[in-house]
């Protein structure tokens, strides 16, 4: 059975008459679906609904950059499941993904007296904090404040020369490793942007300062002050992320219907992967599935009858969106819901930007070998297998329930699929081949760590055998290694800022733990040299930035290096030269210490590190849980054996 969705014009008169004529219409539903509507509890008979109805079919738009981002202009219906329906609506050009046919109804009711929803597409009428004078809605913690509408964006916008340098940019650094969109479907909105930015709607200002804001982040600071002369790099960062937030509250992201919006907080969330709290961006992403979810992108397009350029952009939207909230909630030591949740949106297809168009019917078929899609297609398969074994159990590799065996068994196979769909096509003299490489060996050997976790979690080094330490501390070091060679890779530097995504502390802690265990040994300045190189090359340690991950990690350097010096001294050592990162950190950590004191609040670096430090416990339920910057687990250092 199709139903054609019903159109405005249908949908006059009172409020009561439409309930009546849908209570009618659904009551027509259950009987040809073979229920009883007299009958409620009654299970309808095995009949025609057992087979999916066909859905209905659409023709494709091209899209004006200035208007339809979504590309949805008429209501698409499609039957999702054998007794449900669901359907994309746009109404005041927001779109709306509806599973229960009753409130297509009255999302497509013309409101009483001609009252319409507040618009959110055009710049002059941003959505205000709600108050009960001026709609039946009160204003709630996520709407826009009514502050956001009244500060000038114009002046905000970069010079058209650093648009179009930075769009460039984008193209380069940021648009291989994402994929969002194509790059030939933003470019007229980026012209707009460099001529008459004053011209944007609301949704794509808010993706064109995204854009602006995550392709800064890739840039080196002479290529910040190339670009905008006296400018520093790190007040850019912080120019353009306020950009972003005025933006995106202007546009009303939390309620936000649109894909550009979900598009630009999607840029948002990557580009602060190492600025904010990850609890925070793990709550911004629940924010961004909800969006995601009420555009309908957990639904393949195909199946919503959209055209193929669309469907195909709303996949990758889409995955990248799972990518992103893979990193994150590992960070916070939690599994996306979305692992466990029904969605059927497929992987996008290994085709080039330019290999697609709006008029097309069909997609083309795949292009074998490697394309400019491969970057992001390894981590889109690795995240279907994740989630196609998390289904079994949430937990997946850090379960104690799935036995080392099996999760080898599986590991080993992902390995084969990785080669064989992409590292057998890899030739190294190519930059984006090789950081293809380093990306699966990287995910390879943290699977390998995360397989171990729960046998080490609160485990003292003194209960595990010398061949696993020996073994994961070996991991540990080619992961820093592989961390190395992208900061220090020149024809990849495009890259090191999407690499810095990946960077978990809990590997660097585990190398600074062993250094401390092995500080009469020769071996222990292969650690050090690696500790003292990562801390030269990592930009939170180069800047010497605060926050208790740092704060933490600081204090097991040093305390680490004062048992290195110990074991030299006692060996009578003439020449002990201090590390770098020994001596930069400490003087950081006095410096914090000094500015303690004068506050009021004496603090001594030795009570600090009896409180926080143990080499002996490795608690990995906290280091795991919270690299990024949460806490750090309180454990005494006198528990040291």
């Known amino acids: 059975m199709t139903k054609r969705a019903p159109s405005n014009a249908q949908w006059g008169g009172e409020i009561v008459r439409m309930q009546q004529d849908r209570i009618y219409e659904l009551e027509q539903y259950i009987l040809r679906t073979g229920g009883d509507p007299n009958h409620v509890h009654q299970r309808p008979t095995a009949s025609s609904h057992d087979q999916a109805p066909p859905t209905s079919p659409r023709t494709s738009s091209n899209l004006d950059p200035k208007q339809d981002h979504n590309g949805i202009f008429r209501p698409s219906e499609l039957t999702s499941y054998k007794t449900r329906e669901a359907y994309l609506v ?18 497509e009711a013309q409101k009483p007296n001609g009252e319409t929803e507040p618009h959110q597409q055009k710049r002059s009428s941003s959505p205000q904090r709600h108050t009960q004078n001026s709609t039946r809605y009160h204003s709630a913690l996520l709407d826009p404040p009514a502050a956001a509408q009244t500060i000038e964006m114009l002046h905000r916008h970069p010079p058209p020369k650093a648009t179009s340098v930075l769009w460039t940019a984008y193209l380069t650094n940021v648009h291989p490793l994402v994929k969002l969109f194509f790059d030939w479907e933003k470019a007229p909105m980026m012209n707009i942007a460099a001529k008459e930015p004053g011209s944007l709607s609301s949704p794509q200002e808010a993706l064109v300062f995204a854009i602006h804001f995550i392709t800064i982040l890739s840039l080196s600071d002479a290529q910040c002050k190339a670009i905008f002369e006296t400018s520093e790099r790190l007040l850019l960062l912080d120019d353009f992320q306020s950009s972003v937030e005025i933006a995106l509250e202007r546009v009303g992201y939390a309620s936000a219907s649109d894909l550009l919006v979900l598009q630009a907080l999607s840029l948002y969330v990557l580009a ?34 959209l055209s193929p350029m669309i469907a195909e952009e709303r996949r990758r939207t889409w995955w990248q969106m799972q990518q992103i909230e893979i990193v994150i909630a590992l960070v916070v030591g939690c599994t996306p819901m979305s692992f ?51 289904q079994k159990d949430s937990a997946w590799f850090t379960s104690a329930n799935m ?233 005494r250092f006198e528990d040291i054996h």
């Open 90 to 107: 746009e109404h005041d050009k927001q779109t709306r993904y509806i599973e229960t046919p009753m409130w297509y109804t009255w999302s």
């Open 272 to 305: 602060m992967r190492n600025r904010a709290r990850p609890a925070t961006l793990f709550s911004l992403m629940g924010i961004a599935v909800r969006m995601a979810q009420r555009l309908g992108l957990h639904r393949d397009g195909e199946l919503l009858g």
């Open 340 to 390: 466990n949740a029904k969605w059927d949106t497929k992987i996008p297809r290994n085709i080039e930007d330019s290999d697609i168009s709006p008029n097309m019917t069909t997609l083309p078929a795949d292009r074998q070998g490697l394309s400019g899609m491969s970057q992001v297609l390894y981590r889109y398969m690795i995240g279907r297998y994740i989630r196609t074994t998390a």
């Open 403 to 635: 036995s080392t065996t099996d999760k080898e068994t599986l590991l080993e196979y992902i390995r084969k699929e990785l080669v064989n769909n992409f590292l057998q096509y890899c030739e190294p003299v190519d930059p984006m081949h090789l950081y293809i490489q380093i990306g699966v060996q990287s995910f390879l050997l943290a699977s390998q760590r995360m397989a171990r976790l729960p046998l080490m979690a609160s485990t003292r080094i003194s209960d595990m055998s010398r061949i696993d330490r020996d073994d994961f501390l070996r991991n540990c070091m080619k992961t820093m290694d592989y961390y190395i060679l992208v900061q220090t890779t020149p024809t990849i530097a495009q890259f090191r800022w999407h690499y810095e995504y990946y960077f978990t502390s809990s590997t660097l802690v585990y190398v600074i733990i062993e250094a401390h265990h092995r500080a009469a040994t020769t071996e222990v300045e292969s650690l050090w040299a690696t500790i003292n190189r990562v801390c030269e090359l990592h930009p939170r340690f180069i800047a010497a930035g605060s926050g208790l991950e740092l704060s933490a990690i600081a204090h097991l350097i040093i305390r680490a290096w004062q048992q290195r010096q110990e074991h030299l001294e006692s060996q009578q050592s003439q020449n002990i030269e201090k590390p770098w990162c020994v001596a930069m950190l400490e003087a950081h950590v006095n410096a914090r210490n000094t500015e303690t004191v004068s506050n009021g609040q004496p603090a001594s670096m030795e009570s600090v590190d009896s409180d926080l430090m143990n080499f002996e416990l490795i608690d990995w339920s906290a280091w795991e849980a919270e690299p990024a910057g949460e806490f750090f687990q309180p454990i």
